[in-house]
């Protein structure tokens, strides 16, 4: 984790918030090639699971919401984590994540367990009192939920659909860590969807598959990931059933997304929160019921630190070390970086003129500072797909030289035909691109 941690500040993905300040725990800011790389993760989430299918919908819905919400959702009265304070350093822990009775830091004596609330309260208007008390939310869910009279209106879907939702949400987590992996303020990619009641068990399995598939198609190595069948004892007050997409991180098997069977909970309570009727009528049928929910959810840092981890890589390039990140070609931040061979002899000229072709299409860079071998190392180390190397050669028979970065391959290519190649060589998987 060291490593990826120095990588990420040292080539922009992810700095300390308010480090010059200290820093602020538990927050992040995405640099330039970490909000790329996000960007990139997001869109492909919303190009998969909504632009793709004719069952899906998106939705943005704000991050404040009435107070009533929480309420109905559980949140105010369950959304808890039983909190210890150490009477000598003042230290906090969750209870539930302690091994001994005594304080892990220093051996001092703990006091009782007391629920701590995760949810951030802030107050809406000038007037600091409990009547404007408002909660920033713990999840995007419940905005999906208390729009589903909305959704359903606006559109003419049928039941099954779903809606999905890319947003931030923050919890008070009591020991944030591992970087990325959990953090008080932080993204996420949740659908939820709507189904017949008796259906619902077919409709789990079918997110379940859906969703493991998912991070497999983006490139995770298949062995560090698993789906792990939640037990009893484990599931939230809303679940009848929840599976957990499992990474397995440098500090151990860890969830990347929860897949929770919520049954009818959410919009049962809502109606009866709001007195809005949130049944559903099949005028094929003439049924009218309250549809069951498949939920899957999702982070966006977790992703991208699995991403990561997973694509980092050190080997031996051209007699050098090197370090790689085998990103898939569609996450990547960058995705070619146009080289001069000599920073002379008309080269920086001809290779601009390719960068500005280029950046039309693809995020590009152009890099003219140092050894060509340097400038593919820095280009290996960020996970660049294609360096593209312009010579002497290339002024003139307008072709260039593409390098590709797993497999360090090179091969001589027309000018004017590298926006097609490189579309196809960036539309697959990093396998196809190898091979
Ligand atoms: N609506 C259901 C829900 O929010 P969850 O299991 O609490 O379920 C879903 O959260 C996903 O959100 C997790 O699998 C994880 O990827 C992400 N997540 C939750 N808490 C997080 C935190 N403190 N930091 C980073 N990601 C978090």
Redesign the pocket.
């Known amino acids: 984790m060291d490593k990826i941690t120095s990588l990420c500040k040292r080539r922009g993905f992810v700095f300390q918030s308010s480090e010059i300040y200290g820093g602020l725990g538990s927050c992040w800011d995405y640099g330039p090639l970490g909000i790329a790389l996000k960007k990139n993760i997001t869109e492909a989430w919303w190009r998969d699971m909504i632009t793709a299918r004719e069952d899906m919908v998106g939705l943005d819905a704000a991050i404040l919401m009435h107070p009533r919400v929480w309420e109905a959702s559980g949140h105010v009265a369950g959304f808890t984590d039983p909190l210890v304070d150490c009477k000598k350093c003042k230290h906090r822990f969750r209870a539930d994540q302690l091994t001994e009775p005594t304080c892990p830091d220093c051996g001092g004596e703990l006091t009782e367990a007391r629920n701590f609330n995760l949810m951030f309260k802030t107050f809406m208007g000038p007037v600091e009192d409990t009547a404007s008390v408002v909660y920033m939310r ?4 419940q905005g999906i939920f208390v729009n589903f009279q909305n959704v359903l209106n606006a559109s003419r879907l049928k039941i099954p659909f779903g809606i999905g939702q890319i947003g931030k ?1 923050f ?1 008070n ?1 009591i020991t ?1 860590g591992n970087f ?5 303020e ?1 993204e ?1 990619m ?1 659908i939820e969807f709507f189904v017949k009641p008796g259906e619902d068990e077919k409709w789990h399995q079918y997110w379940k598959e859906t969703r493991f598939n998912w991070y497999l198609k983006y490139g995770l190595t298949a062995s560090r990931l698993r789906l792990r069948e939640h037990g009893s004892d484990e599931l939230a007050h809303y679940a009848k059933g929840c599976a ?1 997409v499992e990474y397995e991180f440098p500090f151990g098997w860890s ?4 897949i ?1 069977n919520r049954s009818d909970f959410d919009l049962k309570q809502h109606s009866e929160f709001s007195g809005k009727d949130l049944s559903y009528f099949n005028e094929e049928t003439r049924e009218r019921f309250i549809p069951y929910v498949i ?1 899957p ?3 966006v ?3 991208l630190l699995a991403f990561l981890v997973d694509a980092y890589d050190e080997d031996t390039a051209e007699g050098e070390e090197r370090v790689v990140l085998r990103l898939d070609p569609r996450l990547a931040p960058i995705k070619a970086a146009i080289f001069p061979l000599l920073r002379k002899a008309g080269h920086p000229e001809k290779a601009l003129a390719i960068r500005d072709m280029l950046k039309e299409h693809f995020a590009v860079t152009y890099d003219q500072a140092g050894s060509i071998g340097r400038r593919y190392r820095r280009q290996d180390e960020i996970g660049t797909p294609f360096g593209i190397t312009v010579d002497h050669d290339t002024l003139k028979d307008d072709t260039v030289t593409v390098r590709e970065r797993d497999s360090m391959q090179q091969i001589r290519m027309p000018v004017d035909r590298l926006i097609d190649e490189l579309r196809a060589r960036l539309s697959v998987g990093r396998a196809a691109v190898v091979a």
Do not use: N
């Open positions: 713990p999840e995007t869910a949400s919890r987590e944030p990325l992996f959990r953090t008080r932080f996420q949740e957990d969830e990347l997304e929860g929770a939920e959810s999702a982070g840092g977790r992703p």
